[in-house]
């Protein structure tokens, strides 16, 4: 299994601190719901370390602002990063917001090895909590103020938190209305994860690296984001289907149950042979999908070489990922930490 790359380990401890102190605003239940979903509590209120998330989104963004700090301020970006924190912590809490009403959605009974939160609370209940992170990551922006982060730039992290939430539940508007179609396009699948999914990795960057640059030297940071996020969610494509429920926490085909038309199925709908395509449409328009419909959809993918197409694609995007980091304005000794980031994205299973 590959294992995170290093730098998610030196920043996670700080992530989660930040994280911590911006829930912990009042002794309301509420909060402990926040907690429980992060992994830090049982669903009794008990401390533990539960499983988690990668943090990817926040670690992202810390990585931006390091690796474009003045050369000249190097012997203090340990220190340094602390500047950032609390913008990192914002997105990965936009990220968990959004992971909430995902669940509730898609009548998602667990999540990390875990009940989901309305699972255990009921919907209005968890409704309410993921409101509440949502509110919680904005008001987390202006906790920069005590790193003297000036107005104008709080401002600029405020406006592309909250364009990149806006841009993902665009697409998360989409992914659901694409459930009850019969058929997508490709070009339908890649607007809708463009907006669902590399709209938060982009900002995640974005906002890390507007403390340091200006507007121009942000776009090449805008191509590498998009093809990073691209590569990620047909990763994630790939294991909603064929992943193990052991190291993704989820049901083997669960997104195939989901009626979500990811990648390999939008493939298969749009370059099958008429018989295969016919009986894709025929189960998919089943109120529900049952375990053993699920397991006749994934031999019908195999039939197709759907998965080899999507992995053939992720490396497509990986390698474009790949090519624009050197174009990047970064410290050089930050440049391995991009490389291995996308590698552990290819190959991830979890």
Known sequence: MPELPEIFNIYRKDIEEEMKSIISVSNLPLY????YHMGWMNETGKPGDFNKGKFLRATLCILAFISTM?????????????????????IELIHNFSLIHDDIQDNDIQRRHR???????????????GTTMKVLAN???FRLK??????????????????????????QYLDIS??????????????????????LIKGAILIGAVLNLDEKGLSSFEDFA??????F???????????????????????????????PIVYALNNSPLKIKKELMRIYSFKKISETNSSKVIKLLDEVKAKEYCENKCDYFYNLAISKINNLPLSKEYYKSYYEICDFLLTRDF
């Open 226 to 231: 998009n093809h990073l996020g691209i590569a």
């Open 70 to 90: 003045n050369k000249m301020n190097e012997k203090s970006i340990k220190k340094n990063h602390l500047k950032v924190l609390p913008a990192a912590a914002a």
């Open 233 to 263: 969610q047909i990763r994630d494509d790939i294991l909603g289907i064929w992943g193990s429920q052991e190291k993704t926490g989820k049901p083997i085909g669960g997104d195939i149950r989901k009626k979500k038309k990811s990648l």
């Open 178 to 199: 694409y459930e009850n179609k019969p058929e997508i396009s490709i070009e339908e699948y890649m607007q809708m994860i463009e907006s669902k999914t590399v709209s």
């Open 115 to 129: 009940p989901t939160l309305w699972y255990l609370w009921g919907k209005p209940q968890a409704i309410n909590a």
């Open 32 to 35: 402990d719901m926040l907690k």
């Open 139 to 141: 008001l987390a922006v």
């Open 146 to 171: 005590k790193y003297n982060v000036s107005c104008e730039k709080q401002l600029q992290i405020f406006k592309i938190l909250n364009e990149s939430c806006l841009e993902m539940l665009e697409g």
